[in-house]
């Protein structure tokens, strides 16, 4: 039995490799669905070398799915790759398979995306990222924030710690601020976030004035209720605002 083991193991791979380097569609997509077998490096490897030697984007997609399900090292550093590919949908492809990746650099190759051109793979990204958690590259979430991408404004929200909050504050103004707005709400909104924390986006938000900044405030005290402390903070900061805002005379 082990010698028929070794005979396989042995035989497969090779055979595989040689599938590879078809020119017949069919026999090149059995070889990609063999390279999938988690963990085989030689086959990953493999793949990786026939996919930079150029593939039409069926069997691309195929192969991606192939290196997401072998897993191995040579797979995860030919999906790392593909996350600077040309087409946006193989970028935002191989977002959603890092995932998969237990990589330490998926987190990082993830957070460059959410400043990819195409809203795709910034949705996928950040979706990617919500799933892995966004420990470790908040800081570049932050930027991507305060830079005004969508995605990232509401990852920041989602998982920003208290420190990351701090530090989102100071470096927030009034350009950023249409920007950050989803972020700034998801926070005060979320149970799990302190009160002091809360409070200083509040004192934050009136600092900024202006209308917009008086919406979010709004927006939020409305959910809250009346004795709640972030609710007389809203209300106490929209009062002082109301009463500066000049009159308007007929």
């Known amino acids: 039995m082990l010698c028929f083991a070794f005979f396989f193991f042995t035989f497969v791979t090779p055979a595989a490799g040689q599938s590879l380097e078809a020119t017949d569609p069919v026999e090149i997509e059995r070889a990609i669905t063999a390279a999938a077998r988690p963990g085989d490096r030689a086959l990953a490897t493999q793949l990786a070398a026939r996919i930079d030697a150029g593939l039409p984007a069926p069997l691309l997609s195929r192969a991606i799915e192939s290196l997401v399900q072998n897993g191995s090292p040579p797979a995860v550093s030919a999906l790392l790759t593909l996350a600077h590919h040309r087409r946006g949908a193989v970028r935002a492809q191989v977002a959603r398979g890092l995932v998969r990746s237990r990589s330490a650099n998926a987190r990082s190759a993830l957070a460059d995306l959410l400043d990819d051109p195409e809203a795709e793979v910034r949705s996928a990204a950040a979706v990617a990222l919500g799933e892995v958690g966004a420990q470790g590259v908040m800081d570049t979430v932050m930027l991507a924030t305060l830079r005004g991408v969508p995605e990232a404004a509401i990852l920041f929200g989602t998982q920003a710690s208290a420190q990351d909050v701090a530090r989102f504050l100071r470096r927030l103004d009034a350009t950023a601020l249409e920007a950050s707005a ?37 927006e939020v005290g409305a959910t809250l209720p009346e004795n709640d402390p972030v609710r007389r903070a809203i209300d106490q900061a929209l009062a002082t605002e109301d009463a500066a805002a000049p009159e308007v005379t007929q």
């Open 182 to 218: 989803p972020a700034l709400r998801i926070l005060l909104e979320r149970a799990n976030v302190q009160r002091p924390t809360k409070l200083a986006i509040v004192q934050r938000l009136a600092a900024l004035e202006g209308p917009l900044s008086a919406r979010v405030l709004r």
